[in-house]
């Protein structure tokens, strides 16, 4: 049963495009006819604005009725949208019995200077404790004149569900009797400090990165955007985890349908809890079964500004300080940020690097198999002789060589990761010098074999994106499967195959080639080779209003001035 | 607008668009597959005359005409396919009858191409292995293509055309040291009746433009580009037939050229640069590989249009791989050996086979004429 549906799932993959379109007409619309709105990237959940995937402040309406959906949650959810009960001690009793009588819940009862029951409600560990008492308690219990307490930032409570969704976020509900209820923001929790990126290292640039916590992490990229038209929206996703998602772009700049489509596509996931963007990305990507990445994803500010400008959008999610920024496209995966830091000779010199180091991640151990077992012409005489020599001995068969030593290495590198800090560093030179000379030694690989694994290991370190480096480095499995059994023209197959995968995908509508396919030349200027910024007019127009397209004045090539006569 | 929108800011037009480039990438891979592998410019006659070069340059005349006839087919007909203005043309019946023969005739043509390349590979390099792995290999990609719809053949043309014309320029310009001019002169020695048979074969080679036209014209995103998409597509054609036929002929004269089957790959085996970059063809072959791909996709996807237009009911990943199907049993069938393979490029072969199809436009539009029938779009 489950290859079969594993079968069926790679024939959707093939047809399940067809499938949709059929609704257009059996062949898509024939060209010129206006075709009904492609499907948007399948979540799963119900569509709707009930969904669970709510968009604030659309509280009141929950899974109230939903037939379908996980069994026993509908009688549950109804209880959550009750409203509060206007007796203090009754809207306690509420509160605790949602909790479960949790001893993190904790409701401090008082009574204000007016005689009036109360109770302040919180969550220890989420709030600050001194703030509760300075600025809510004290006022109230000793200040007749008071009604309510300091404040910078209230929100009323009308419900169950907008009382857990306060206490969980770090908010105090004040219960008051013969009043609304209402949450005050006293969050203090642990967190880490911003601090310079481990997984994205700046040579030449700004070192920040962002963190677990979402509003610092908004609070980095306003610092870089100091603009009305930085745009947040709230998108809370996990059934259990009630996670705050932001959606940020510039109003007027991205257009209105990139941000309906991300919108749309977050709203629609029904998950117990979202863990990280990636979880994101895989649910709300264009071709799930595609192994490359649907989205760019980066823990800088700087880099999220810069793309914001262009017309992305950015998601984030509380909790992880990885965000993910759509579309995503090739080009963008193999750029980094350190690209505007340096001189674009050097910056496009090194975008080079990088696409040549993906093709020798993914092509270097699959053209060693295949011209090793299939195409002895293509090597010159000398070097022929040198690597007859040195496979004399080893009793495997280069595509069982290949395959040993790949797994070798990506043992050793998940080892690694998996490894206190201390062992990994010993690990790493254990593993090179120790496992792979002992190899040698033994005859069971060519040097040869150690040094093509050794440059395309670390070719795929040089691509900035994890992701796609991890993609990489998967596909050369089957490309050298592929090598050792048909040579070039099986390695040109698979090429063609992963060309053509790439060729159909879209990240959010936006085709993952471009701008080289299809060819923008607008596009180039920035693409493999960084023009210089003063060339730079153009945002991506795949992603901008058409107004917007030019993002500075031309003709701002530096030019000493004109001498005065 | 819905998403996918995004870059064609025209409502009403479908995603499945291509660019004048691509056209024109789609008509020279079109051209380049068979170009580099089987010579047509020298291998339509035996012995191929010496000025075949000048055979390649006057040989565009038919190509381009059908080609601009197709063009215009589609401009008259526009928001159609070939097979929907067939119908328009021709009424339901008559045009079922047209619609059927045309997709049997796709189907036989993209047997003979997959057939072609796959004994192509069988012959030079991969001597043991059973030609229908080719085939099939090549099934599988035409079919991923042709599963994508027009855009992404245009985008696979796109990415493959200009490998294939940049692996082609290397490969002559590499042949420049081999090249003896002797063989070459003196001009029109053999007379113009003798390059007017030379000629044949590049003609019907360009000539493929008028199917290619007819299938992808009709999903052009401006129209009104598709002279210029296809006389680039066809200039550039005529450029390597033209030069391919001279470089071939400076090297090895026309005696050795009757007697090659392939003398493209064995001009690509004499490339030596600095005594180190030897063996080359592999490289032009890795590069042309991609141009089959989308030569037989665009086969695949007119076949599959073509069932689907008279089967409306029929889900288009089924048919496609029934077609698929289809043609690999029949390329198992068809032309059996190679020296078949190699007769089929002699000029009243060539004219045999595939001329009707290419004739296809003429016959569109003289019957659209005469019936006085115009689209609706």
Same mark, same amino acid.
């Given at each position: 049963m489950r290859g079969r549906s594993v079968i069926r799932g790679l024939l959707r993959a093939v047809f399940g495009g067809r499938r949709r379109r059929r609704k257009q007409g059996r062949d898509g619309p024939g060209p010129g006819r206006r075709p009904a709105a492609l499907p948007r990237a399948r979540a799963g959940g119900p569509e709707g604005p009930s969904g669970p995937g709510q968009h604030e402040p659309d509280r009141t309406e929950g899974l109230t009725g939903r037939a379908e959906g996980l069994t026993g949650r509908t009688e549950d959810a109804t209880n959550r949208a009750e409203r509060l009960s206007g007796s203090a001690e009754r809207a306690v009793k509420q509160i605790q019995e949602a909790f479960g009588h949790s001893v993190e819940l904790v409701a401090r009862t008082f009574r204000t200077a007016r005689g009036r029951a109360a109770a302040a409600v919180y969550i220890n560990g989420l709030v600050s404790t001194p703030s509760i008492a300075h600025y809510i308690i004290a006022p109230l219990s000793t200040d007749r004149d008071a009604d309510e307490p300091v404040a910078a930032e209230k929100e009323p409570v009308r419900t169950l569900r907008e009382a857990i969704q306060a206490l969980t976020s770090g908010k105090c509900v004040l219960l008051l009797e013969g009043s609304p209820a209402a949450a005050f923001d006293v969050r203090s929790w642990a967190m880490r400090s911003v601090d310079q990126s481990e997984v994205e290292p700046s040579e030449t640039g700004p070192v920040e990165s962002f963190v677990e916590d979402l509003s610092t992490n908004i609070v980095l990229i306003r610092r870089r955007l100091r603009t009305e038209n930085l745009q947040t929206e709230r998108i809370i996703i996990g059934r259990e985890s009630r996670t705050d998602v932001r959606i940020v772009y510039l109003r007027g700049i991205v257009r209105d349908a990139l941000v309906e489509e991300v919108r749309s596509r977050l709203k629609k996931i029904d998950v117990d809890t979202p863990f990280d963007v990636h979880f994101l990305e895989e649910m709300t990507t264009d071709t799930p079964w595609s192994p490359f990445p649907g989205a760019m994803t980066t823990v800088r500010p700087d880099r999220v500004a810069a793309m914001l400008t262009e017309g992305h959008v950015a998601v984030l999610i509380d909790g992880t300080p990885m965000v993910m920024i759509v579309p995503g496209t090739l080009a963008a995966l193999l750029q980094a940020a350190d690209d505007y830091y340096s001189n674009y000779y050097v910056a496009s010199f090194t975008r080079v690097i990088r696409w040549i180091a993906g093709l020798i991640g993914l092509m270097a151990s699959p053209l060693y198999v295949a011209v090793i077992s299939y #195409? #002895?012409?293509?090597?010159p005489s000398r070097l022929l002789f040198t690597i007859a020599a040195a496979r004399e001995g080893v009793p495997f068969p280069p595509i069982i060589e290949a395959l040993l030593m790949e797994l070798a290495f990506e043992l050793l590198r998940e080892a690694g990761l998996r490894v206190p800090r201390q062992i990994g560093q010993a690990l790493s030179i254990v593993g090179v010098l120790a496992i792979g000379d002992a190899a040698v030694r033994a005859g069971l690989v060519s040097p040869l074999m150690i040094v093509i694994v050794g440059i395309s290991a670390i070719s795929t370190f040089a691509i900035p994106s994890a992701a796609l480096a991890d993609t990489v480095r998967l596909l050369r499995f089957p490309i050298i499967l592929l090598a050792g059994v048909l040579g070039l023209f099986a390695v040109t197959f698979g090429l063609l195959l992963i060309m053509g995968l790439l060729i159909a995908s879209r990240s959010y509508g936006v085709p993952y080639l471009t701008p080289f396919l299809p060819v923008s030349s607008r596009g180039?200027?920035?693409?493999m080779l960084r023009m210089p910024m003063w060339l730079q007019w153009y945002r991506p127009w795949q992603m901008v209003n058409p107004g917007r397209r030019r993002q500075q004045a031309p003709g701002q090539m530096p030019r000493p001035e004109p001498e005065e006569e | 607008m819905p998403l996918t929108h995004l870059g064609t800011d025209r409502p009403g037009r479908v995603p499945y668009e291509i660019s004048w480039w691509q056209l024109c990438m789609i008509v020279v891979s079109a051209h380049a597959s068979v170009v580099v592998s089987y010579a047509p410019m020298v291998s339509s006659r035996i012995p191929p005359v010496r000025d075949a070069w000048l055979a390649s340059l006057v040989a565009w005349v038919p190509g381009l005409v059908l080609a601009l006839i197709a063009w215009w087919l589609a401009k008259r007909f526009e928001g159609q396919n070939v097979f929907e203005f067939a119908f328009s043309i021709f009424g339901r019946s008559l045009g079922a009858v047209i619609n059927a023969g045309l997709v049997v005739y796709l189907l036989y043509w993209a047997a003979v191409v997959t057939r072609e390349f796959s004994l192509f590979m069988a012959s030079i390099v991969y001597l043991r292995t059973p030609e229908v792995v080719f085939s099939v290999v090549f099934l599988i990609l035409a079919f991923v293509g042709a599963s994508q719809q027009i855009e992404f053949i245009g985008r696979t043309a796109e990415l493959a055309g200009p490998l294939t014309i940049g692996g082609f320029a290397l490969l002559l310009l590499a042949n420049v040291p081999n090249m003896d001019f002797g063989m070459v002169r003196p001009m029109l020695a053999e007379g113009w009746r003798a390059v007017a048979e030379q000629a044949v074969g590049p003609a019907v080679v360009i000539g493929d433009t008028a199917w290619v036209a007819l299938l992808a014209a009709p999903y052009l995103n401006n129209l009104a580009h598709g002279p210029k998409a296809l006389g680039l597509g066809i200039g550039i054609t005529v450029f390597f037939l033209s030069a391919g036929a001279l470089v071939l002929m400076a090297v090895f004269g026309p005696e050795l050229l009757a007697i090659l089957a392939f003398p493209a790959l064995s001009a690509t085996r004499l490339v030596s640069i600095g005594e180190s970059l030897e063996r080359l063809e592999w490289l032009m072959l890795m590069l042309w590989i991609g141009a089959i791909g989308v030569k037989i996709s665009l086969l695949l996807f007119g076949a599959r249009l073509g069932v689907t237009s008279l089967f409306p009911g029929a889900r288009p990943g089924a048919v496609l791989l029934a077609v698929a199907v289809v043609v690999l049993v029949w390329s198992s069938v068809v032309l059996p050996t190679m020296p078949a393979v190699l007769d089929l490029f002699l000029a009243e072969n060539l004219v045999r086979f595939i001329v009707p199809l290419q004739l296809v436009p003429l016959v569109f539009a003289a019957a659209a004429l005469a019936r006085g029938v115009k689209g609706s779009g």
């Amino acid at each position: 049963m489950r290859g079969r549906s594993v079968i069926r799932g790679l024939l959707r993959a093939v047809f399940g495009g067809r499938r949709r379109r059929r609704k257009q007409g059996r062949d898509g619309p024939g060209p010129g006819r206006r075709p009904a709105a492609l499907p948007r990237a399948r979540a799963g959940g119900p569509e709707g604005p009930s969904g669970p995937g709510q968009h604030e402040p659309d509280r009141t309406e929950g899974l109230t009725g939903r037939a379908e959906g996980l069994t026993g949650r509908t009688e549950d959810a109804t209880n959550r949208a009750e409203r509060l009960s206007g007796s203090a001690e009754r809207a306690v009793k509420q509160i605790q019995e949602a909790f479960g009588h949790s001893v993190e819940l904790v409701a401090r009862t008082f009574r204000t200077a007016r005689g009036r029951a109360a109770a302040a409600v919180y969550i220890n560990g989420l709030v600050s404790t001194p703030s509760i008492a300075h600025y809510i308690i004290a006022p109230l219990s000793t200040d007749r004149d008071a009604d309510e307490p300091v404040a910078a930032e209230k929100e009323p409570v009308r419900t169950l569900r907008e009382a857990i969704q306060a206490l969980t976020s770090g908010k105090c509900v004040l219960l008051l009797e013969g009043s609304p209820a209402a949450a005050f923001d006293v969050r203090s929790w642990a967190m880490r400090s911003v601090d310079q990126s481990e997984v994205e290292p700046s040579e030449t640039g700004p070192v920040e990165s962002f963190v677990e916590d979402l509003s610092t992490n908004i609070v980095l990229i306003r610092r870089r955007l100091r603009t009305e038209n930085l745009q947040t929206e709230r998108i809370i996703i996990g059934r259990e985890s009630r996670t705050d998602v932001r959606i940020v772009y510039l109003r007027g700049i991205v257009r209105d349908a990139l941000v309906e489509e991300v919108r749309s596509r977050l709203k629609k996931i029904d998950v117990d809890t979202p863990f990280d963007v990636h979880f994101l990305e895989e649910m709300t990507t264009d071709t799930p079964w595609s192994p490359f990445p649907g989205a760019m994803t980066t823990v800088r500010p700087d880099r999220v500004a810069a793309m914001l400008t262009e017309g992305h959008v950015a998601v984030l999610i509380d909790g992880t300080p990885m965000v993910m920024i759509v579309p995503g496209t090739l080009a963008a995966l193999l750029q980094a940020a350190d690209d505007y830091y340096s001189n674009y000779y050097v910056a496009s010199f090194t975008r080079v690097i990088r696409w040549i180091a993906g093709l020798i991640g993914l092509m270097a151990s699959p053209l060693y198999v295949a011209v090793i077992s299939y #195409h #002895h012409e293509l090597i010159p005489s000398r070097l022929l002789f040198t690597i007859a020599a040195a496979r004399e001995g080893v009793p495997f068969p280069p595509i069982i060589e290949a395959l040993l030593m790949e797994l070798a290495f990506e043992l050793l590198r998940e080892a690694g990761l998996r490894v206190p800090r201390q062992i990994g560093q010993a690990l790493s030179i254990v593993g090179v010098l120790a496992i792979g000379d002992a190899a040698v030694r033994a005859g069971l690989v060519s040097p040869l074999m150690i040094v093509i694994v050794g440059i395309s290991a670390i070719s795929t370190f040089a691509i900035p994106s994890a992701a796609l480096a991890d993609t990489v480095r998967l596909l050369r499995f089957p490309i050298i499967l592929l090598a050792g059994v048909l040579g070039l023209f099986a390695v040109t197959f698979g090429l063609l195959l992963i060309m053509g995968l790439l060729i159909a995908s879209r990240s959010y509508g936006v085709p993952y080639l471009t701008p080289f396919l299809p060819v923008s030349s607008r596009g180039l200027r920035d693409a493999m080779l960084r023009m210089p910024m003063w060339l730079q007019w153009y945002r991506p127009w795949q992603m901008v209003n058409p107004g917007r397209r030019r993002q500075q004045a031309p003709g701002q090539m530096p030019r000493p001035e004109p001498e005065e006569e | 607008m819905p998403l996918t929108h995004l870059g064609t800011d025209r409502p009403g037009r479908v995603p499945y668009e291509i660019s004048w480039w691509q056209l024109c990438m789609i008509v020279v891979s079109a051209h380049a597959s068979v170009v580099v592998s089987y010579a047509p410019m020298v291998s339509s006659r035996i012995p191929p005359v010496r000025d075949a070069w000048l055979a390649s340059l006057v040989a565009w005349v038919p190509g381009l005409v059908l080609a601009l006839i197709a063009w215009w087919l589609a401009k008259r007909f526009e928001g159609q396919n070939v097979f929907e203005f067939a119908f328009s043309i021709f009424g339901r019946s008559l045009g079922a009858v047209i619609n059927a023969g045309l997709v049997v005739y796709l189907l036989y043509w993209a047997a003979v191409v997959t057939r072609e390349f796959s004994l192509f590979m069988a012959s030079i390099v991969y001597l043991r292995t059973p030609e229908v792995v080719f085939s099939v290999v090549f099934l599988i990609l035409a079919f991923v293509g042709a599963s994508q719809q027009i855009e992404f053949i245009g985008r696979t043309a796109e990415l493959a055309g200009p490998l294939t014309i940049g692996g082609f320029a290397l490969l002559l310009l590499a042949n420049v040291p081999n090249m003896d001019f002797g063989m070459v002169r003196p001009m029109l020695a053999e007379g113009w009746r003798a390059v007017a048979e030379q000629a044949v074969g590049p003609a019907v080679v360009i000539g493929d433009t008028a199917w290619v036209a007819l299938l992808a014209a009709p999903y052009l995103n401006n129209l009104a580009h598709g002279p210029k998409a296809l006389g680039l597509g066809i200039g550039i054609t005529v450029f390597f037939l033209s030069a391919g036929a001279l470089v071939l002929m400076a090297v090895f004269g026309p005696e050795l050229l009757a007697i090659l089957a392939f003398p493209a790959l064995s001009a690509t085996r004499l490339v030596s640069i600095g005594e180190s970059l030897e063996r080359l063809e592999w490289l032009m072959l890795m590069l042309w590989i991609g141009a089959i791909g989308v030569k037989i996709s665009l086969l695949l996807f007119g076949a599959r249009l073509g069932v689907t237009s008279l089967f409306p009911g029929a889900r288009p990943g089924a048919v496609l791989l029934a077609v698929a199907v289809v043609v690999l049993v029949w390329s198992s069938v068809v032309l059996p050996t190679m020296p078949a393979v190699l007769d089929l490029f002699l000029a009243e072969n060539l004219v045999r086979f595939i001329v009707p199809l290419q004739l296809v436009p003429l016959v569109f539009a003289a019957a659209a004429l005469a019936r006085g029938v115009k689209g609706s779009g």
